[in-house]
């Protein structure tokens, strides 16, 4: 686990210098906010593209290659960006970025799901998310002010940090792998719990259909976190003011992520998923608001502290989504439920920086917000309609 957790930190330090960064390279190249948008859309359609195929592309090339192969992928675009003159040219490095990225989330939600029981996944996950996370605190907001202040070619070199991680990969994978032997050899031996069979495309279709109600709700809160990393350079008019919103933001997401661990073993997940949705709303319109400036000098407080509750909202999200997918899922298939589960993660990362992008183009931020906040209310009211209903039958 500690290699594990050491290769996720270095990974995803370049994924999340990257968000706010490359949206910002650019427009500094001369796009509008749509092409902006459309550079994280471009790397979560590549994510997805890849993670679709990680499971298979695991099984014949290993462990310790697929997470080194992914560590390479993150890390070598962001020092190639330094030389990008087109807009074309950073679009493309964005889609080699998400193949990468590809790799390391599925690979590393599925060793979380395999080397850990049930009763001990929302602490486990926890743990994996203040790794995704700690970075992410960091680099994240200052990488703007990083790219402002020592220029963009600086935070792409910081972005190339996920090369540090190959050989935390290289090691991370030998253990898992070993853990995987060492399960296949107790099960054919007798002397322990057989290993747990792959499902087969039946249960996988079964398992796909039951996985929706935690998929929903987690594709309309990371839409929300999608807008929020890509334009708050742009939305929040002054530098310090976007680094205070993008730490906040990060850090309730981290501590919510790890804190939430333990209440979801103890009580169930599912409970936690609406009220999720709910305090993602109250974020999103209070973000609106400060947007429209209409509050005048209760606009930076009204940014700061959307982005607290949509943070909060953001990592507690993270974790009960993933433990119910895994719980709905059943334990043949936590393949599928991770796959599923990362797809719709960075789906709605995607759609959410390149529909805000289109929409902020054609009116507003401000508008865009809104409709936010209304996708989050839509999804909760429907969520809660299924469930009575489902319990009533």
């Not at 605190?137 to 070199?157: F, K």
């Not at 205070?244 to 919510?256: C, D, I, M």
Request: aromatic share 6%.
């Amino acid at each position: 686990m500690p290699a594990l957790l050491a290769m996720t930190t270095f990974a995803f330090a370049g994924f999340a210098v990257m968000l706010p960064v490359a949206p910002m390279h650019m427009v500094a190249l001369g796009g509008d906010e749509f092409l902006a948008g459309l550079v994280n859309a471009v790397l979560m359609a590549a994510t997805i593209l890849t993670q679709l195929v990680v499971e298979r592309m695991r099984s014949w090339m290993g462990w310790r290659v697929s997470l080194a192969l992914a560590c390479l992928l993150l890390g070598l675009p962001a020092l190639g960006e330094i030389l990008a003159t087109a807009p074309g040219q950073v679009l493309a490095l964005a889609a080699v970025r998400g193949i990468g990225f590809g790799i390391v989330t599925v690979s590393g939600s599925s060793a979380v799901g395999a080397l850990f029981p049930p009763e001990r996944r929302g602490r486990a996950i926890g743990a994996y998310g203040l790794a995704v996370a700690g970075a992410q605190l960091v680099l994240t907001p200052i990488s703007p002010w990083i790219a402002d202040q020592a220029g963009l070619p600086v935070a792409l070199a910081v972005a190339a940090l996920p090369l540090v991680g190959i050989p935390f990969a290289l090691a991370a994978g030998g253990a898992i792998a070993k853990h995987a032997r060492a399960a296949a050899e107790a099960g054919a031996g007798g002397t322990g719990s057989a290993p747990v069979p792959h499902a087969s495309p039946r249960e996988e279709r079964r398992a796909l259909a039951r996985l929706w109600p935690p998929i929903l709700a987690l594709t309309a809160v990371t839409c929300a976190g999608g807008a929020i990393t890509t334009f708050t350079p742009q939305f929040v008019p002054d530098a310090v003011l976007t680094v205070v919103a993008l730490f906040l933001y990060t850090a309730a997401a981290a501590f919510a992520r790890w804190a939430v661990g333990g209440p979801a073993d103890r009580f169930g997940a599912d409970r936690f998923i609406l009220p999720g949705l709910a305090i993602a709303a109250l974020g999103l319109g209070s973000i609106a608001a400060g947007i429209s400036g209409l509050l005048g000098s209760a606009s930076p407080v009204l940014l700061i502290g959307g982005a607290v509750l949509v943070g909060t909202a953001f990592g507690t999200m993270q974790n009960v989504t993933l433990v119910r997918a895994f719980e709905v899922a059943g334990e043949h298939a936590k393949g599928v439920a991770s796959t599923a589960w990362n797809v719709a993660f960075d789906a709605g990362t995607g759609v959410g920086a390149l529909a805000i992008g289109a929409l902020a183009a054609g009116t507003s931020f401000t508008l865009s917000f809104l409709a936010l906040t209304a996708l989050c209310l839509v999804v909760a009211v429907l969520l809660a309609v299924v469930r009575r209903a489902t319990r009533s039958a």
